[in-house]
């Protein structure tokens, strides 16, 4: 059995994934404006009333823009846990109450054929939260928009076929960068945001026998750029012995195209 995967958009300005199974059509997020969801989703042929559900991660505004929009034009129900729920409802709006539904942190829930693993992130949102889907023998692993990854995480992710990792910011850039100081220290903080170096050893550690692709995602727009993430990233895997392009795709993700539909 096969799903699919799209990274819709990826970056400092909006973050959604599609997800789909022969019995369920998935966005993870959606940062970005109803709009703009409804054009990325054309643009891998599919149409927003087909989607069954929306997951959320957290409510930081890039990866819930558009939520409340979509979700109430096309009747999507929305799951979240209780934490997140109330942090982001003042910006995403009213949510009717039948599409309104509880996915907790550290626990797995079933969507037809697809369970999904959700675990808790350090970074400074309420109850942030990311995912590892799980088809028979396929996995999924969904991880950006945390300060590090600790070692019960690697544990959780271990040995997916794809990965879709936070490679946020080349550090030397950001603090050679315009930010403020304290910017700069949220973001190299732990509730911030990994960077290419960290991404790299992380990955390194994780990386199984099944792996055959990375997408390297949530890209700073400001501190990064995607060259210096697939250089720093691959340096770090090779020095495993790994051989990049041979035995391991890494791939780009972007804020405004979405990745060809792909099977897991």
């Known amino acids: 059995m096969t799903f699919y995967c799209s990274i819709l958009a990826s970056g400092s300005t909006g973050n959604s994934l599609y997800l789909e199974t022969e019995d369920q059509r998935l966005l993870i997020d959606c940062g970005l404006s109803g709009k703009k969801m409804i054009d990325l989703l054309g643009r ?3 149409r ?23 979700a109430r034009r096309f009747h999507t129900p929305v799951y979240a846990n209780e934490k997140t729920w109330q942090a982001m409802s003042p910006s995403i709006g009213e949510i ?4 309104k539904f509880i996915f907790q942190a550290n626990t ?17 949102a309420a109850d942030p939260m990311f995912f590892v889907f799980h088809q028979q023998d396929k996995k999924l692993t969904l991880l950006t928009d945390l300060g590090y990854v600790s070692e019960h995480i690697k544990g959780i992710i271990g040995d ?21 100081w304290n910017v700069k220290r949220r973001i190299i903080g ?34 990064n750029m995607k060259e210096l993430a697939r250089m720093s990233v691959a ?8 051989k990049m392009g041979r035995e391991i795709e890494l791939l780009d993700t972007d804020p405004e195209n979405p990745t060809h539909l792909t099977a897991v």
């Not at 009717?96 to 599409?99: I, M, R």
């Not at 550690?205 to 792996?211: A, I, P």
């Not at 340096?235 to 790994?242: A, D, I, N, P, Q």
Request: proline share 3%; net charge negative.
């Open 160 to 180: 997916s076929d794809i990965y879709v990792m936070e490679s946020n910011h080349d550090t030397e850039m950001l603090m050679m960068g315009r930010y403020p």
């Open 44 to 46: 891998i042929n599919r």
């Open 235 to 242: 340096e770090k895997l090779e020095m495993s012995g790994l």
């Open 48 to 70: 927003p009333e087909d989607i069954d559900a929306i997951l959320v991660t957290h409510e930081h505004s890039d990866h819930v823009k558009g939520l409340g929009v979509f």
């Open 190 to 223: 732990d509730t911030g945001h990994i960077s290419n170096d960290e991404s790299g050893v992380a990955l390194r550690d994780v990386l199984g026998n099944r792996t055959k692709k990375i997408y390297l995602a949530h890209l700073s727009k400001d501190n």
């Open 108 to 124: 797995i829930k079933s969507f037809c054929s697809l369970d999904i693993e959700s675990f808790s992130v350090s970074h400074d």
């Open 96 to 99: 009717p109450l039948e599409q």
